[in-house]
Nanobody, 122 residues
């Protein structure tokens, strides 16, 4: 069973950077497409970014393009989200997810971690 755990969240000033990490600590029988969502209080959970099994195909939400980069370590089944030029509206709990396809990732139908808090101050 996939078991996801996020790390790297914290407090950062607007314009700064954070690097989030997610590791699948379960048996590594296969490499899943993985991605990131975020959810702020009073808002719907929203897609941020996803990456395929090889790390060669990525998708980003419009607001993430040009600022965030998703990458992965396939051998350890880790995925990362490099967040640059952060802004206060990026404040949210960031959730790692894994599924059988990038489409499933983007639809929100997959395994989930518990999230890591990112707070951007202005």
């Amino acid at each position: 069973q996939v078991q996801l755990a996020e790390s790297g969240g914290g407090l950062v000033q607007a314009g700064g950077s954070l690097r989030l990490a997610c590791v699948d600590s379960g048996p590594a029988y296969s490499i899943y497409p993985m991605g990131w969502f975020r959810q702020a209080p009073g808002k719907e959970r929203e897609f941020v970014a996803s990456v395929d099994w090889s790390g060669g195909s990525t998708y980003y939400a419009d607001d993430a393009k040009g600022r965030f980069t998703i990458s992965r370590d396939d051998n350890k089944n880790n995925v990362y989200l490099q967040m640059n030029n952060v802004k206060p509206e990026d404040t949210a709990v960031y959730l790692c997810t894994a599924a059988s396809s990038q489409r499933a990732i983007r639809s929100g139908s997959g395994y989930w971690g518990h999230g890591t808090q990112v707070t951007v101050s202005s």
